[in-house]
């Protein structure tokens, strides 16, 4: 140990050059995780980057804890803000470790929580730590930090962070573990089910859970700028002539492969009438308020499903009618849909509401 950390302190850039390379890689990591989990951009390049960066991110952090050990051991020279940093190296190391383990193949849920879903919420729990460490420990750097030296070393850094993610991809490979681009992997991997077709978990995004919904009552409006028509579930299932395989991908971290049937969105319109009006988004709106808009073209492309596997949709895949959106991630195909509109507007509200519909 002493010897490691000897080396360690030996081979670090100096002090200001590893805390702010630190800074910049913690936001890099955050940056892409959050990115690529909730699909704002496409996945595949952003989750390489997010795994480069992380165990660039682990690497810096070995420099600075064997130069921080001696002051955290020894209790005489803890501060007021000793606390905060401390809490956040155990955060941070929780964050990479669970990151690394569900990366290697590793899975064990904590509760209804996949270690994906735990470390996204570990790293998510940095972001506040760390504005309090910097509050109290935050040190702007000198010109004398930079150096041709440091830059190298970061480097190269930089360069082991890739090789050790190029490994990881291959171990995690060999152990038979298939990761989507999105980072998730297949229900059959992480639960006693099929990945393609059958049984797949129930969930929620947060905390949406109506009641069953009775299909002789309920109908669906569908709206446009001129006007609006409320459809009944037998009607709608008379358009449904539809289907689909596409993948459902939650950001807990599981994927299925499915057969869904329903109605067109695009032949939804055409059947209400009341397609155009300079519309660009159509909005889908659940039972529960919880709601996702897409651009108009992807919206006519995606089904309206109102039944699975040539079986009615149950109730909790989102009967009577869920949106099937392929593409995009789970939080985003709204299911329990009682109302389809256009709009001329996007909808940036939408993120909030699906973190607070459910919560009364
Ligand atoms: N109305 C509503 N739709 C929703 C959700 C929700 O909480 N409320 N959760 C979403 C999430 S996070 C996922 S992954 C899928 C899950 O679909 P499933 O329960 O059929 O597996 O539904 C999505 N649709
Ligand atoms: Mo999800």
Same mark, same amino acid.
Request: glycine share 18%; net charge neutral.
């Given at each position: 140990m002493g010897r490691l950390s000897r080396l360690l302190r030996r081979l670090a850039p100096p002090p200001r050059v590893v805390d702010w390379a630190i800074l910049a890689v913690v936001a890099g990591v955050v940056a892409t995780g959050l990115l690529a989990w909730t699909g704002w951009l496409p996945p595949a390049l952003l989750v390489d980057l997010h795994g480069i960066v992380g165990l660039t991110l682990a690497g810096l952090l070995l420099f600075k804890f064997a130069r921080v050990s001696r002051r955290v051991l020894d209790?005489?020279? !803890?501060?007021?803000a000793t606390p905060v940093s401390v809490l956040l190296g155990v955060v941070a190391v929780a964050a990479l470790a669970s990151g690394a383990f569900w990366g290697l193949g590793g899975n064990v849920p904590v509760g209804p929580w996949t270690t994906l879903a735990v470390h996204v919420g570990l790293g998510l729990l940095v972001v506040p730590i760390l504005l309090l460490h910097l509050r109290a420990r935050l040190r702007l750097p000198a010109r004398?930090? $930079?150096s041709r030296r440091s830059a190298l070393r970061l480097g190269g850094l930089l360069v082991a962070g890739t090789i050790a993610w190029r490994l990881s991809e291959a171990a995690a490979s060999l152990r038979g573990t298939t990761i989507a681009d999105t980072g998730s992997k297949p229900t059959g991997e992480l639960y006693?089910?099929?990945?393609?077709?059958g049984a797949f978990p129930v969930t929620s995004w947060v905390a949406d859970d109506p009641e069953p919904i009775d299909r002789s009552d309920w109908t669906l409006t569908v709206a446009g700028p001129a006007g609006e028509r409320e459809i009944t579930y037998g009607e709608l299932l008379g358009l449904a002539g539809d289907g689909r395989r596409a993948t459902l991908d939650c950001t807990s971290g599981w994927y299925t492969v499915q057969d869904w049937e329903g109605v067109r969105v695009g032949a939804l319109f055409e059947a209400a009438g009341?397609?155009?009006?300079? $519309?660009?988004w159509v909005r889908f709106v659940s039972v529960t308020g919880y709601r996702w808009s897409l651009p108009i073209e992807e919206a006519r492309d995606a089904l309206l499903s109102t039944a699975i596997d040539g079986s009615r949709l149950p109730h909790g895949h989102g009967g009577p009618a869920r949106l099937v959106a392929?593409?995009?991630?789970?939080?985003? !195909?709204?299911? !329990?849909?009682e109302r389809v509109e256009l709009r001329r507007e996007p909808d940036p509200a939408q993120w909030l509401v699906t973190l607070l519909s459910g919560f009364d």
């Open positions: 209790r005489d020279r !803890w501060d007021r004398t930090d $930079a006693d089910t099929d990945t393609e077709g009341v397609d155009g009006g300079g $519309a660009r392929p593409g995009r991630r789970g939080f985003q !195909w709204v299911k !329990w849909v």
